[in-house]
């Protein structure tokens, strides 16, 4: 019998995070354990509880949480097998100058400290012969940019910086560290945040409703189970090799490790400045 993986999905509850915990509840070796910042779980969580799925409540903005979150789940579960950094938010929509600076920060505690604190905390209770993992949520606004959302886009982009750094330095552990972008997903998380409530006039929130909107009528918006397989495979701890990469819904992983050298060689799916 093969002893249980721990999987830990931060802000569970809901939208991408919630469809990946159902998802990998299904596979038997695997033990969820989602989190939110409700005291108690959310009641449409209730029903999923059990043996192999938990509820933890982890405010990732607040720092003085997350180290013991992290013990409590060592000394309840044993050490997480897998960190999902999927806990995020928008932050305020508009030019930069017109924002209320302090939004602009607050997103950046969410999207990036609170990253970065979970997989300090997380790197410190893995053990490194369980081929760990450690996958966080980014997107194509951190790659690119994103212009009157540079919040989201800002704290992105240093997210992904922040994997390629950290899955150099633990490659010893034995600990594996990945960006991965789910795709313009329209059917769920923050997107839905957004369309639920639509500003009455037009102005940059409008434009970027209006915007997604054309971009699914393009077919360049996915449903939130496209990424299920590329997350399924990334939590099994099998694809080492593609550590600190950025990668997609559409990439297809086990090209890329047949094509790993070709891919380190050239610095691709990495954030880099082209000149």
Request: hydrophobic residues 40%; glycine residues 6%.
């Amino acid at each position: 019998m093969h002893e249980m993986r721990n999987i830990v999905i931060t802000g569970g509850t809901k939208g991408l995070g919630y469809v990946y915990a159902t998802h990998l509840s299904k596979i038997p070796e695997y033990r969820i354990i989602i989190t939110g910042r409700s005291k108690t779980p959310p009641a449409e969580i209730e029903p999923l509880l059990g043996p192999a799925f938990h509820y933890r409540c982890l405010d990732v903005a607040n720092e003085q949480e997350i180290i013991p979150f992290f013990l409590n789940i060592k000394k309840d579960f044993g050490h997480p097998d897998v960190l999902l950094n999927n806990a995020g938010v928008w932050g305020p929509v508009g030019k930069f100058n017109t924002n209320a600076i302090d939004e602009w920060v607050d997103a950046l505690t969410i999207n990036l400290s609170g990253v970065v604190r979970c997989a300090h905390a997380a790197i410190n209770i893995m053990e490194p012969d369980r081929h760990s993992v450690i996958i966080n949520m980014v997107s194509n606004a951190g790659a690119y940019r994103w212009p009157t959302c540079s919040s989201y886009s800002v704290s992105k982009a240093a997210v992904i910086k922040f994997t390629e750094n950290i899955a150099i330095e633990l490659k010893k552990n034995n600990i594996s560290v990945y960006s991965f972008h789910p795709g313009l997903v329209h059917s769920t998380g923050m997107v839905i945040d957004l369309f639920s409530h639509p500003p009455e006039e037009q102005g940059a929130t409008r434009n970027a409703m209006e915007w997604i909107i054309k971009e699914k009528e393009r077919g360049n918006t996915v449903s939130v189970e496209a990424g299920i397989p590329n997350i399924e495979k990334l939590c099994s701890g099998k694809y080492d090799c593609l550590s600190g990469l950025y990668m997609t819904e559409a990439d297809d992983l086990d090209t890329m490790c047949s094509d790993i050298r070709k891919i380190r060689k050239q610095d691709l799916y990495q954030l880099r400045i082209n000149k």
